[in-house]
């Protein structure tokens, strides 16, 4: 059994029988691309909730805690700033948290997905190509 019969990504052997014919629902169907739906949403919902919650937490200290926020850290490094400042290495840590989900979870599934629906469209052509080849044309006999 394949990688990709088991739905774990990877390109189709070239000697496994595609379970269906062409369909362009048919990926949507398999339990591989249902579960990259699912891992997407759910990073896409945690990531969401640490940015929106970071800023909020920010905003609402800024406005019901000011003797907090000017609380001198260092020089004239108040919390306030460093906790802004704060806010942008927050956002870096997203950004690279998603790159990193991409290429580990993602990209595997979707590459095997790709190389599925191109084996079925080659397959598909095959079919057509082999079908118009063994069908006698009209115009093969007409008269001069």
């Given at each position: ?18 379970p ?21 949403r ?99 006999f007409?008269?001069?």
């Open positions: 059994m394949s990688r990709h019969s088991m739905g774990l990504g990877g390109s189709p052997s070239p000697y496994e029988a595609g269906e014919p062409a369909d362009p629902h048919s990926v949507s169907r398999r339990p591989a691309y249902q579960s990259l739906r699912r891992s997407h759910r990073f896409g919902v945690r990531a969401t909730a640490v940015a929106v919650g970071g800023f909020l937490l920010y905003v609402l200290l800024s406005s019901f805690a000011p003797g907090l926020m000017n609380t001198s850290v260092s020089g004239h490094l108040t919390l306030g700033l460093a906790l802004g400042l704060g806010q942008f290495l927050l956002m870096g840590v997203i950004v690279w948290r998603y790159l990193v989900h991409m290429r580990t979870q993602v990209t595997p599934v979707v590459r095997g997905l790709r190389g599925l629906v191109r084996h079925h469209e080659s397959a598909a052509r095959e079919r057509a190509a082999f079908e118009t080849r063994t069908a006698p044309r009209e115009e093969e007409r008269s001069w």
